[in-house]
């Protein structure tokens, strides 16, 4: 009864997960057509709300190719990895007070493990697929987001250290009057550029760089295999959308007030941002990113969680 109680939880969260990542594509096309003067899609139903389902429809109609010389098992493998933990994190995701799937102590901890083990898939499907293009986008994945998760942490350790405790809940009830952005807006400037590349998107799109790679890790793929990992994409995208707005935002409080639907608007202000930046900015190259990661955001993330420790032992002292 208990696991059928958490099956269902999960199935009312997956879905509406899995229909935002789809109309997700839609508002991007259409935000990205206006900023570019173009119309996007237009023509399939009212606006083209319906090409979404279409899209959707056409990849799962055409034929599942796999490549010759590749480990089938892996190959199929790799995508599925891929969207299940993209859908396992929103487990631990609240939207309101009273709205999640699992309330756990170490919520934040188990959040990190999910995104650490992503990594698996992106080296799995470079290579399994035995593929020279799909092996080198998944090299640079690989070492672009383990590099990313060392700041990722340190970002958060910081915010972790304020509130002792590494349940989501506790960190967003610390933020009823002031969200942490504004004493930590260094770190929460710091914190948007590193999802940014936590999940492989313009201008730190290097896994997938069309013009070097094709198309990167997932080139070998069609049809459902290509389909799991662009909803894992789009999926992570909201997800860190929503952690950044639980961690830095205040969650679903705004001025003291409580209501879901502050948490959906700032969810959906950090989604357009994610547009914006990849209709207005250059992709960098392999070794800024990589310099921007070690040289800068590591020794700042690292300065900035030290300080907090001495500010906070200090305070402690006093007490």
Do not use: H
Request: proline share 4%; aromatic share 20%; hydrophobic share 60%.
């Amino acid at each position: 009864m208990f696991f059928l109680k958490n099956f269902l939880s999960f199935l009312f969260v997956a879905v509406p997960i899995l229909i935002s990542v789809a109309y997700l594509t839609l508002a991007e096309r259409k935000i990205m057509g206006s900023m570019q003067l173009r119309i996007g899609p237009s023509t399939v139903g009212f606006l083209g709300l319906l090409q979404p389902l279409i899209d959707g429809l056409k990849l799962l109609l055409k034929e599942t190719i796999l490549p010759t010389n590749s480990n089938v098992f892996g190959f199929i493998l790799a995508p599925i990895i891929a969207f299940f933990l993209s859908l396992l994190s929103w487990c631990l995701i609240p939207f309101s007070f009273n709205s999640f799937v699992l309330d756990l102590n170490l919520s934040l901890l188990l959040l990190f493990v999910f995104s650490s083990l992503n990594v698996y898939s992106i080296i799995f499907s470079g290579w399994f697929s035995n593929s020279r293009y799909a092996f080198f986008g998944a090299i640079r994945s690989a070492s672009q987001l383990i590099s990313y998760e060392v700041c990722f942490s340190l970002i958060l350790m910081s915010t972790f250290l304020t509130v002792s405790s590494l349940n989501i809940l506790d960190v967003v009830y610390f933020q009823l009057n002031i969200p942490f952005f504004l004493p930590y807006f260094p770190l929460f400037l710091m914190f948007l550029i590193t999802i940014l590349a936590e999940t492989n998107r313009a201008p730190f799109d290097l896994p997938e760089a069309e013009s070097e790679l094709v198309s990167g890790f997932n080139v070998e793929y069609a049809a459902m295999g290509f389909a799991l990992f662009f909803l894992a994409e789009y999926s992570s995208i909201i997800l860190m959308s929503c952690v950044t707005v639980l961690i830095f935002i205040g969650g679903w409080f705004l001025f003291g007030f409580t209501n879901y639907v502050f948490f959906s608007l700032k969810a959906a202000f950090l989604l357009f941002f994610f547009v914006w930046v990849r209709a207005s900015f250059p992709r960098y190259r392999i070794d800024q990113l990589m310099r921007l990661c070690w040289k800068i955001f590591l020794p700042l993330s690292l300065s900035f969680l030290i300080f907090f420790l001495v500010i906070l032992s200090y305070t402690k002292t006093l007490l």
